[in-house]
């Protein structure tokens, strides 16, 4: 516990700024003797809220140790009170300092963006940042920024959109290609084969109905769906007066996709009130959880639980308005919030929400009828999340004590770290570090590591030298003196796990020697004869290899740590393998664009025969002039 010297050594700190300080809008930040950010708050009156930290008496005991801890302030002036708002949430997303109430949550939203600046729209999935929606998607890279796609979201679930995005190709044949991929096609691909795409890489749609499509799936997703079906239904009609019964079929099977994709949609407001986002807390065993519910056009997207970091000192209204704002910081706000508990500042919430959307935004807490019945549905899964939460984590917490007893640590861990490597016979080699301590999986602190060395491909021991030393060097320069902030920092494990046997230990052991570490504890999990599950044996330096129980939970947990390391690294090596297959020969060479890459690929059948054509030969290529042509020859030959 701070002393009232540090109190007030602290306040006087914070007194010496008010001098200086304007009658302004901004953010203030609170800064340790180390420079590191204790807090991140914002204030309507820089100078007022600031001052208010030098009557300690009356502050909260939370409060009063961040004071104390105060040895210098930073201050950034805004404009309005909502732009510092605004600005609070992205700081302390970015810096999350301790004493701030902080969502986390390591999972990103998902979102289906229909692609523009092509002539022929590409249906896509996005995970991430909508700010940077565009630049990926599933099924091949494409790029662009926000400005060059339309963006519908967030879904909760990435299944959920994989889903949704199956139905739209039925129901209205959107490519789902890349660029590169369309630009090079002869003929159509399976996707049209299986009535999921209408081929206009070959011709076989027109532009003028391939954007009718388009507007079609446009007004799917912003919950106008019922008008589309009507749509569909008189063309099925029409089809089938004429006696076309192949394209009343056609017809039949895109409404059945429709009505399919509407059918998924179990939770659906009441009454119609557009978009919609529904955040309900409840709190419990100094724990909180945020519910929210997710809804376009009237039907529900998802739902997620988030577990914020409070105090129990908070109330809930505020912590809703510091939760809003960080969640909203990267994803666009709907039309409409509604919260369980009042906000102190229901209007500048949505103004600063406004000013992200680019829109109104309305905030509100709703006391009765179909939006309270919405909300209390919201509170009910709250409760029961935060309940499966609190058990689970009672039940890490002994995992991580019996982890400690059988490899007899002097405490339960609170960082693993698991490391494994892939690669098939040297190409693409990758390293995979994983995360584990009494919340779970830590996987916003997952690293994967590309093998610089060529050396190394290939060479377990030796890509898992390299893994090491490009970790801990980093970790020995962060934070020398390896100190208890550095390991709240997550700079250091309290165990490392290394998926193999005796000789990825000893690797690993002298790599970490040669770097001045000696005092992690380390532990190799190697599989038993045959490779069997079960039977695993766990080597650690200078003592005789260990076995469990094939019905012992640590043992259970052990293998699940192992394997998410397995995964991990294979799937980051077939990343790397996946784009590296995606990508052309021909890519990227100045003055190739994609008709020209097109007319290429046409006359001479691949990106290889392209390399090895001769200066005569690409000149006689369609739509390839003299000096292109020197210019691919040199470049595949120097």
Not at 8 to 23: F, K, S
Not at 40 to 56: F, M
Not at 307 to 313: G, H, M, N, Q, T
Request: charged letters at 25%.
């Amino acid at each position: 516990m701070q002393t009232d010297g540090a109190s007030n050594r602290g306040a006087e700190v914070i007194r010496a700024q008010l001098a200086t300080l304007p009658d302004t809008p901004g953010v203030y930040r609170m800064l340790a003797a180390d420079g590191s950010v204790l807090y991140v708050g914002k204030a309507k009156n820089l100078k007022r809220r600031v001052a208010s930290y030098t009557r300690t008496d009356g502050l909260p005991g939370r409060t009063r140790r961040m004071v104390a801890l105060t040895r210098a302030m930073e201050f950034v002036t805004t404009h309005t009170e909502a732009e510092a708002l605004l600005l609070e949430a992205n700081l302390i997303r970015s810096l999350l300092p301790p004493f701030n109430i902080l969502v986390k949550d390591d999972r990103s939203f998902s979102y289906i963006v229909i692609g523009k600046g092509h002539e022929f729209p590409r249906l896509m999935q996005h995970r991430g940042s909508a700010e940077r929606r565009g630049t990926t998607g599933k099924g091949g890279a494409g790029k662009g920024n926000r400005r060059d796609s339309d963006l519908f979201g967030p879904y909760a679930s990435p299944h959920l959109v994989g889903m949704t995005i199956a139905a739209l190709q039925r129901a209205f044949l959107l490519r789902s290609c890349d660029d590169g991929v369309f630009a090079s096609r002869t003929r159509p691909c399976l996707q049209h084969q299986i009535k999921r795409c209408s081929a206009p890489c070959v011709g076989r749609v027109g532009e003028e109905e391939y954007a009718a499509q388009v507007q079609g799936v446009r007004d799917v997703l912003s919950g106008r769906s019922a008008e589309v079906q009507a749509d569909f239904a008189r063309h099925m009609q029409d089809s089938s007066d004429r006696l076309e019964y192949e394209d009343a079929a056609r017809w039949r099977d895109r409404i059945r996709a429709l009505t399919a994709l509407q059918s998924r949609q179990d939770i659906n407001l009441e009454d119609t009130l557009g978009d919609a986002d529904v955040l309900a807390l409840h709190r419990e065993g100094g724990a909180a959880c945020v519910q929210a519910f997710f809804f376009r056009g009237g039907r529900n997207q998802g739902t997620r639980a988030f577990f914020p970091r409070i105090d129990a000192e908070e109330e809930p209204g505020d912590i809703l308005a510091a939760f809003a704002a960080q969640l909203y910081a990267d994803t666009p706000p709907p039309a409409l919030l509604l919260l369980s508990h009042p906000v102190a500042a229901p209007d500048l919430l949505a103004e600063a929400l406004g000013l992200t959307a680019g829109r109104r935004v309305a905030v509100e807490t709703p006391r009765r009828g179909p939006k309270r019945r919405t909300v209390e549905h919201a509170l009910t899964n709250a409760r029961d999340a935060l309940g499966r939460r609190l058990a689970d984590r009672s039940t890490q917490a002994a995992l991580l004590e019996g982890v400690a007893r059988v490899f007899a640590l002097p405490a339960p861990p609170r960082r693993i770290e698991i490391y494994d490597t892939s690669h098939i016979q040297g190409a693409f080699p990758v390293g995979a570090m994983v995360v584990a301590g009494p919340e779970g999986f830590q996987r916003n602190a997952y690293r994967r590591f590309h093998i610089r060395d060529p050396e190394a491909a290939g060479d377990d021991y030796a890509m898992l030298r390299e893994t090491f030393t490009r970790r801990f060097a980093r970790a020995r320069t962060d934070d020398p003196s390896r100190d208890e902030q550095g390991r709240s920092a997550g700079l250091w494990p309290d165990l490392i796990l290394i998926d193999g046997g005796l000789g990825q230990l000893n690797a690993v052991r002298d790599e970490l020697a040669m770097l001045g570490i000696t005092d992690i504890p380390l532990v190799a999990i190697a599989k038993g004869p045959d490779r069997n599950a079960g039977r695993e044996r766990f080597f650690r330096p200078g003592q005789p290899p260990l076995s469990l129980a094939a019905n012992d939970p640590v043992l259970h947990f052990l293998q699940r740590l192992r394997d998410e390391a397995h995964r991990t690294a294979i799937d980051s090596h077939r990343a790397r393998r996946m784009k590296a297959m995606s990508h052309s020969r021909i890519d990227g060479i100045p003055g190739i664009g994609p008709t020209r890459r097109k007319a290429l690929l046409h006359h001479f059948g691949s990106a290889t025969a392209v390399a090895s054509a001769g200066l005569k030969d690409l000149e006689a290529a369609p739509g390839i002039s003299a000096a292109i042509a020197r210019k691919l020859y040199e470049h595949f030959h120097g």
